[in-house]
């Protein structure tokens, strides 16, 4: 899953360490909060990149 960033707020009262970020992203996986979208992978974009590799 594909979990967006944590409203800064929030992240800042609760603590910034790697535990607190994954329960958060679990729990926003959970609770069905977590709608990001990963990158496809193909457009111009990704052909450029595969361009610059070669």
Same mark, same amino acid.
């Given at each position: 899953?594909e #979990?967006?960033?944590? /409203?800064? =707020?929030?992240?800042? +009262?609760?603590g910034?360490? /790697? &535990? !607190? /970020?994954? %329960?958060? *992203? &679990?729990? &926003? #996986? $959970? =609770?069905?909060? *977590? +709608? *990001?979208?990963?990158?496809?992978? /193909?457009?111009? !974009? %990704?052909? $450029? +990149?595969? $361009?610059? $590799?070669?």
């Amino acid at each position: 899953m594909e #979990v967006n960033q944590p /409203d800064r =707020s929030t992240r800042r +009262r609760r603590g910034k360490t /790697d &535990a !607190v /970020d994954a %329960e958060a *992203a &679990a729990l &926003a #996986v $959970l =609770s069905g909060i *977590a +709608r *990001a979208l990963p990158k496809s992978g /193909d457009g111009q !974009v %990704e052909a $450029l +990149r595969m $361009l610059r $590799l070669a």
